[in-house]
């Protein structure tokens, strides 16, 4: 844990545009515990890992281990155990686990803190006393509370272990190690906790941390399923046109088109989140996320506040069910459709609640990890892509509306703390 803060970066995961099929064996239960592989994990495994909590510059004041259920059905934990070493020691400590985990979903292990440097965690699902190096270490999911005794020996095969990660120097992993993490980036497995190729160094790359819990939207491995929007199929040659999962994509200079155009809705399919950065190389800042939405064979950038430039830069967040304003959704952009917070959502500033850009940034990203078809109100276009995301002044809202196509979709609203309406 005693980590030299570094500066911070947001890197991508290099994922895959299309989704990836994670379905297990179908002649395997979802809760038996012989796999295919041994080391391959048909349904649960550590979907993300931190361990610079409470550090120097850390946004987060815990460690933690996510879990994710990448298999087809429910998986019952209870009796389970996420298990940590040092990166080349034997002597394991661990956090006993209990519930279970639907397909899709996600739970969350607060661990230790270091200090009180950051913000506080989601709602954890279990809880453990393990301080995790923010650099290298090893951490396993295990079957049992039994403690491991491996590490100067051999780990793997070893029946009662579902996932084993190892990462940066560590001397234990499922084939090369994830890369070494810091006190402001995290190890993520690809497509949203879906991959898995028995290879630590395939599947993890690192990022903003952005624990996700029981409570986020499910965001299943294959069609199907709470995540997806109407079960348009994924299919045809790039780019895919179905329930594909969006990527994580690093900051360049070549972002997508900009239109010029006033305020409307774009109606298209999002095929990447970019985070914010601490540079210009993506027209990006620390105040935006950046989406890159497929229209009509092009990739348009859209840019979504998560802070104010000036005074309190907290943005107020809240997400909101109701039908899609403007007629039914078609690719392309539809000028002139406005959205009004107050006279055609009937919400006001009151009903909102204030979130610092970190955890507006987590929101966003869970909120966003299973939708695809978007419609997007915003209040015009510029040489930097859509903008002003959040409420206007003239009351030109801005909105993210995921699947569209359902009867009832989602909308999510921001507006600046202060502004009241």
């Not at 570094?6 to 979802?30: H, I, M, Q």
């Not at 686990?97 to 292990?109: C, E, F, N, Q, R």
């Not at 898995?196 to 599947?203: C, L, M, V, Y």
């Not at 239109?259 to 601490?278: E, K, Q, Y």
């Amino acid at each position: 844990m005693n980590v030299t803060a570094r500066s911070r970066t947001w890197l991508a995961l290099g994922l895959s545009l299309v989704a990836v099929g994670c379905d297990p064996d179908p002649e395997l239960g979802a809760d038996e515990a012989e796999h295919d592989s041994p080391l391959v994990s048909p349904n649960i495994v550590i979907s993300q890992l931190y361990g610079g909590g409470g550090n120097a510059g850390a946004p987060l004041t815990n460690d933690y281990v996510e879990l994710f259920n990448r298999g087809a059905s429910t998986v019952t934990i209870t009796g389970w155990s996420v298990q940590y070493a040092s990166a080349t020691g034997s002597s394991w400590a661990a956090a006993s686990l209990s519930g279970s985990i639907p397909a899709g979903g996600y739970y969350l292990v607060r661990l230790a803190s270091n200090g009180s440097v950051g913000a506080s965690l989601p709602a954890a699902d279990a809880t453990g006393t393990m301080n995790l190096s923010g650099t290298s270490g090893k951490v396993a999911l295990v079957t049992s509370q039994t403690l491991l005794s491996c590490g100067a020996s051999a780990c793997l095969p070893n029946g009662s272990i579902r996932d084993l990660v190892g990462y940066g120097s560590a001397n234990q992993s499922e084939g090369s190690t994830a890369p070494t993490q810091s006190n402001t980036s995290a190890g993520f497995r690809s497509a949203h906790g879906c991959t898995e190729t028995d290879n630590n160094a395939a599947d993890f790359a690192t990022g903003a941390p952005a624990p996700r819990n029981s409570s986020t939207t499910r965001a299943p491995c294959s069609g199907g399923g709470g995540g997806t929007d109407a079960g348009v199929p994924d299919g045809g040659s790039p780019p895919p046109t179905g329930d594909g999962t969006p990527t994580r994509q690093p900051c360049t200079s070549s972002f997508g088109s900009a239109m010029t155009a006033g305020f409307g809705r774009l109606d298209g399919f999002l095929v990447s989140i970019v985070n914010p950065n601490t540079t210009t190389a993506c027209r990006g800042d620390d105040n935006h996320i950046h989406l890159q939405v497929r229209v009509n064979g092009r990739v348009q950038d859209i840019a979504v506040n998560i802070a104010s430039t000036s005074g309190n830069p907290n943005v107020d967040f809240r997400t909101l069910n109701a039908p899609l304003r403007g007629g039914a959704w078609s690719e392309g952009w539809h000028t002139g459709q406005s959205l009004d917070y107050a006279n055609h959502l009937g919400v006001s500033a009151s009903s909102f609640t204030e979130r610092t850009p970190i955890q507006l940034t987590s929101l966003v990203d869970s909120t966003l990890a299973s939708a695809n078809h978007v419609s997007i109100f915003t209040t015009g276009f510029d040489a930097t892509g859509g903008h002003l995301i959040h409420r206007n002044p003239t009351n030109h809202d801005g909105a993210i509306v995921i699947n569209p196509l359902s009867a009832n979709p989602q909308s999510l609203l921001f507006h600046f703390v202060t502004q009241s309406f």
